[in-house]
């Protein structure tokens, strides 16, 4: 979480303060998605708050668990032979336990939280690009 939010403070830190063709690129991105809060949710409900819960708060919204599934024993009524089913694999739990993405697979979220600083950054690189042609 750490790490997605970083991305964000290295454009604005960085990148923008090195007085380089993408400061104004980089002000410009960040004034809209400041004006746009609380969308993209991404970013304003997962990346910013979840980094801020764990660096700020020491705490987080992402949980974990497992499930194991205990064998079972029959026993045959006529023979009084017993069998023994072995348990399911242990199944793992990565959902989050609140905010606004509460019940979802915080390992999707990550991924789509990627994807969004992906487009961001291409965004960032066309907006160069017109300004400078």
């Known amino acids: 979480m750490v790490l997605?939010?970083?991305?964000?403070?290295?454009?604005?830190?960085?990148d923008g303060a090195s007085g380089s063709q993408y400061e104004s690129?980089?002000?410009?991105?960040?004034t809209t998605l400041k004006s746009t809060k609380p969308v993209p949710q991404i970013f304003w409900g997962f990346i910013d708050e979840e980094r801020n819960n764990i660096v700020k708060e020491y705490q987080t919204n992402a949980g974990q668990g497992v499930t194991i599934?205990?064998?079972?024993?029959?026993?045959g009524l006529r023979t009084g032979e017993q069998k023994v089913n072995p348990p399911n694999p242990p199944i793992y739990h990565y959902t989050m336990d609140?905010?606004?993405?509460?019940?979802?697979?915080?390992?999707?979220?990550?991924?789509?939280a990627?994807?969004?600083?992906?487009?961001?950054l291409d965004a960032i690189d066309r907006d160069v690009s017109s300004h400078t042609s």
């Open 98 to 112: 609140a905010g606004p993405f509460q019940g979802r697979d915080q390992r999707d979220l990550i991924a789509k």
């Open 4 to 14: 997605l939010r970083a991305v964000g403070h290295v454009l604005k830190k960085i």
């Open 69 to 75: 599934q205990l064998s079972g024993v029959s026993t």
């Open 25 to 30: 690129a980089i002000d410009r991105w960040w």
């Open 114 to 120: 990627i994807q969004w600083w992906e487009t961001q």
